[in-house]
């Protein structure tokens, strides 16, 4: 709600990391929301906010049950009221993602996933593609918010291979999260990005990894911290993908 009646309000925009990591003030009153609201309910557990983390607060991933926000996924589509815009919270527990939950915040939808019980958008039980065969695969991405040259010609080649493996087509969205439901929901077969951070992909990885898929860093298993991930419906996809790909070092969020 917060969220919704912000779009339509004039918007403090600033930028964070880069010029094109834009932050508004409602970033900071969900993510204020959410915490103090959780931190009622669980006085003991920790928190891992983007927000908090632009800030200064340490980025750090313990044993101790953490919870993993994304206040508003998606901040340029929120400045400009490009209707793909979501909050994303994931928690975890002895550093293993218990717990997914990703509010699609213009149209409602809600994807809800709980390790060993499935995943659900809107209650109903989401399931991923089983294509094997890349060429016949819709792949999802994200720019991230380095621009300088040197990046962009490494992701624009990375493009370049995928649509030319050759796939069915890439896609871009302007929220990592949504384009990661995406995944676990079937409609696209793989996504990959170097440069999101672990909120975009705590609550994520849960609800595709209920729904079948698979969920890890580019060169292993998953590293919440590595901001680098490949998601898909199917091993055999996401092996294909990350073949094709060149990395982009964004460094780690536990250590920058
Ligand atoms: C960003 C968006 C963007 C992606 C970035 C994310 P934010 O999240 O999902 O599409 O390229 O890597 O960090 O900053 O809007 O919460």
């Known amino acids: 709600i917060v ?22 003030e409602t970033d900071h009153q969900v993510e204020e929301l959410i915490i ?6 669980y006085p003991t557990h920790r928190f891992i906010g983007e927000e908090s983390s632009a800030a200064g ?39 293993e993602l218990e717990l997914g939950v990703i509010y699609h915040c213009f149209d409602g939808t809600l994807y809800t996933a709980r390790k060993g019980h499935g995943a659900f958008c809107n209650g109903v039980r989401l399931q991923v593609s089983k294509e094997k065969d890349v060429s016949k695969a819709l792949i999802l991405t994200e720019i991230g918010a380095k621009r ?11 493009m370049k291979k995928l649509l030319s493996a050759p796939t069915h087509g890439v896609r871009i ?39 079948g898929g698979h969920v890890m860093d580019t060169t292993g298993p998953l590293d919440l911290m590595s901001r680098r991930v490949v998601a898909a419906g199917t091993r055999e996809i996401a092996d294909c993908v990350v073949k094709q790909l060149q990395p982009i070092n964004y460094g780690r969020d536990d250590t920058d």
Not at 7 to 20: G, I, L
Not at 183 to 209: K, M
Request: charged share 20%; glycine share 6%.
């Open 3 to 24: 969220v919704q009646s912000a779009v339509k309000q004039e918007k403090q925009v600033s930028s964070k990391s880069t010029p094109t990591d834009l932050v508004t």
């Open 36 to 41: 103090s609201t959780l931190r009622e309910k």
């Open 57 to 95: 607060v340490k980025c750090e991933l313990t044993d101790d049950p953490t919870w993993i926000i994304d206040p508003i996924d998606g901040t340029c589509n929120f400045v400009h009221s490009f209707p793909m815009v979501a909050v994303s919270i994931g928690f975890a527990v002895r550093k």
């Open 148 to 158: 300088d040259p040197a990046t962009l010609d490494i992701f624009l080649g990375n």
């Open 173 to 211: 969205i302007g929220s990592s999260t949504l384009a990661l439901c995406h995944i676990a929901s079937g409609a696209a077969e793989a996504y990959y990005q170097y440069g999101l951070h672990c909120w975009d992909i705590a609550a994520a990885a849960v609800i595709i990894r209920e729904a």
